[in-house]
């Protein structure tokens, strides 16, 4: 299948910034994918911008890899592989604790919105058709990359825009006014802070918060997401609905974007 690759241009692997350079060589990108002259193009434009790239053409060798150290930063992960499918791939890697919070970009060469709907239902953070730009991948990368950082913690704190959380003492704050929240609805809210500017679906929240019982409907997730807005009041406008898919804490505390 051909691929349309765009223009590289001066991309170079050290980001010049007032007169500084600022190194980017801890990014580590796993790139799966079996058609093996696309891959090898993006690790080489993965190496052009400074991070470390490896590469596996199916699915099995890409939970391997997975697991080693250093870690992945993030997974750009096809669809369509000769062995696991990318959803197998994803869902793996979204249920086991030390790959839960890897950002995963899914390449997919099929234009059905389907695809991309179950592509975030099973928890990719982007997905991407194919033919896709180089340029255009790598500038999804950065944003990506930057919205994964964690949120400022200070002192055993989590902050966040308006948002306060001790999540040893399992108290939350807006605007300095402590909000009463019950240990569920506290549970709730840390996995969406601590995820932010990621999609997760229901399914993914009733597992990670619930514990996964069979017995509960996803109308579960909706009740108490709503009671939660309203308990959080003036912060609630951090948690986007995403019709048909799930929830989304934003990425920055800035509404005004």
Known sequence: MAVAFGVFGPVT?????A???IDTVSKTILIVDDERDLASTVAHAMEQ???RARVAHDGRTALVLADQQPAPD???LDLMLPDLSGTEVCRTLRAQDHTRDMPIVMLTARTDEIDRVVAFEVGADDCVGKPFSIRELVLRIKAILRRAERPEVVGGELRFGRLR???SAHQAWVDGEEIPLTALEFRLLSTL???RGRVQSRETLLHDVWGHDPGLPTRTVDTHIQRLRKKIGAASAYIETLRGTGYRFRASPDLRD
């Open 165 to 167: 959380m001790d999540t």
């Open 193 to 195: 802070v601590m995820r």
């Open 49 to 51: 911008e400074g991070w």
């Open 19 to 21: 007169g500084k350079v």
């Open 13 to 17: 692997s050290l980001l010049r910034q």
């Open 74 to 76: 993030l997974v750009l």
